[in-house]
């Protein structure tokens, strides 16, 4: 038998502009319904490669301190895709006068598709060439998140259940050698915003994502906001990739985010660097607010 590591949950640079993604507990924390679409384009050149477009809409429910959240997601690797959707429901409580303490809670079912007829496959196994069509797997998940208006810190898993593919009982009899598991993913995201003067915000941030069988890995992120309007930065993956990041408001509800990922692993030979945009769309600001955009990146 074979034993292998991979990436199996998606990658994003620009995890700063909507965590609910991975934790439940941030959805409704911006106290505005919004509109977040997310596409990646990994390791752009390399055939194969993975793929990842997320859609989701979140609001509050003021009156009863709650945030809702739904989620579709499309992932493709090769000759594997993976849909999932999923729904966040989180509670507010009020920890003083200016924080908040959230605990979501994520409902989701993932639909798993693999086409061999893609592969050349170097084996007499009939049974692996058998094509796995929308292979269906529930799982829940859950997150802690704190908040003020300059501050954020959340630990979370997305999918607290393993899933093990290739579990239809007269295929895994053939194929037991190659048994796919999920494994439980955290997350620990914390961020701050420093103003540095009237026009101009400092924005660190970091994501640590840890993972049975594998070192932790950490994103450290540092970006500004000009005028409330304009942000530029940069990231680091440590020991895996570096990136720039841009966004503007384009117009009063509309952020359009870019970020661009360049290797400094043995697999920057192989590729031209990693694309991601982010789009966002609130719906209505806070009142009193002239700005639909906090300033911070939650």
Do not use: C
């Not at 700063?16 to 106290?31: C, D, I, K, L, Q």
């Not at 797997?137 to 997305?158: E, H, Q, W």
């Not at 990739?241 to 360049?262: M, Q, R």
């Amino acid at each position: 038998s074979y034993t292998g590591l991979a990436q199996q949950e998606s990658l994003y640079t620009q995890y700063m502009y909507n965590p609910s993604v991975f934790n439940p507990g941030y959805t409704g924390s911006r106290a505005t319904a919004s509109f977040n679409l997310n596409h990646r384009s990994q390791w752009v050149g390399l055939e194969g490669a993975p793929t990842t477009t997320q859609f989701s809409y979140q609001m509050p429910i003021s009156k009863y301190n709650l945030g809702l959240g739904v989620h579709f997601s499309n992932d493709a690797l090769g000759n594997i895709s993976e849909q999932n959707i999923a729904i966040d429901v989180a509670y507010h409580l009020q920890v003083n006068d200016i924080a908040k303490l959230s605990l979501g809670i994520k409902a989701s079912s993932n639909l798993l598709n693999v086409d061999f007829n893609q592969l050349n496959l170097f084996q007499t196994d009939t049974s692996l060439n058998q094509n796995i069509d929308r292979q269906f797997s529930p799982n829940l998940g859950a997150g802690l998140f704190y908040y003020t208006d300059k501050l954020y810190v959340g630990f979370s898993a997305p999918n607290l259940f393993k899933s093990n593919h290739f579990d239809d009982p007269q295929v895994q009899q053939n194929t037991a050698n190659y048994l796919v598991t999920d494994q439980i993913h955290y997350y620990a995201t914390a961020g701050y915003v420093l103003p540095l003067n009237d026009r101009l915000l400092f924005k660190p941030s970091s994501m640590v994502r840890f993972v049975s069988g594998t070192e932790a890995q950490v994103d450290v992120s540092a970006n500004f906001m000009y005028d409330a309007t304009f942000t530029f930065g940069a990231s680091y993956r440590v020991g895996n990739a570096i990136s720039a990041l841009v966004g503007t408001e384009v117009t009063k509800g509309l952020f359009i985010g870019y970020a661009y990922d360049k290797e400094n692993t043995l697999l920057q030979n192989t590729n031209n660097g990693s694309h991601e945009v982010f789009l966002r769309y609130d719906l209505f600001s806070r009142k009193g607010n002239k700005n639909v955009q906090l300033p911070r990146f939650f």
